[in-house]
């Protein structure tokens, strides 16, 4: 994003435009749909989905959150209203909750994340969701459920994974394992 389109979109949001240059590198890893990012003006680490995720280190500072989320949004409206970027990018390489830790055979997901040595993948089209925590790569059925965000609140493990859907939020812990291993 050049220099001019990064001073407006930083005023807009009240952010400097070294913040907002940083999230833009974020976004443009995660090919305008999802962003993992640490700023000290974003709350420290976090992590954004298109649709309606966010999380950021400071969980309780609701404004922020919402300020850091429309940048988000804009960003990434910038960046997948220009082709030529997203098409000439040349992508690092992704990190854990990235790469492809899961079962080929679940082909590649819709999102993906992680957060404190816990990461999921989503794949809609096999109605899964993989999980690693630590060593163990967990699979569930999503039984019907369509994800649309993801939370993780303080407790260890996945007692405190949920996710939105469009029947409310959900525990993991109460979604179908299909199969648990080690990773």
């Not at 976004?27 to 950021?56: D, K, N």
């Not at 630590?134 to 999503?142: A, E, H, K, L, V």
């Not at 994800?147 to 007692?159: C, K």
Request: with cysteine; proline share 5%; aromatic share 10%.
């Amino acid at each position: 994003m050049d220099e001019d389109k990064i001073q407006i979109v930083a005023s807009k949001h009240g952010f400097s435009p070294d913040a907002v240059q940083h999230l833009y590198h974020a976004i443009l890893v995660g090919r305008g749909t999802m962003a993992q990012f640490r700023h000290p003006e974003f709350g420290g680490t976090g992590q954004w989905m298109r649709g309606g995720m966010i999380m950021i280190g400071e969980m309780f500072n609701n404004a922020l959150k919402a300020r850091v989320e429309a940048l988000c949004n804009d960003i990434a409206q910038l960046l997948l209203s220009d082709p030529s970027v997203m098409s000439s990018a040349a992508f690092p390489p992704f990190t854990m909750a990235a790469s492809g830790w899961w079962p080929a055979e679940l082909g590649q997901p819709a999102a993906v994340g992680g957060q404190n040595e816990l990461y999921y993948a989503y794949f809609p089209a096999k109605h899964r969701l993989a999980i690693r925590h630590g060593d163990t790569m967990s699979i569930y059925d999503t039984a019907g459920y369509a994800i649309t965000s993801v939370s993780q609140q303080q407790q260890s493990g996945l007692q405190g994974l949920y996710f939105s859907s469009q029947q409310g939020v959900i525990a993991v812990i109460t979604l179908p394992m299909v199969e648990s291993r080690k990773a």
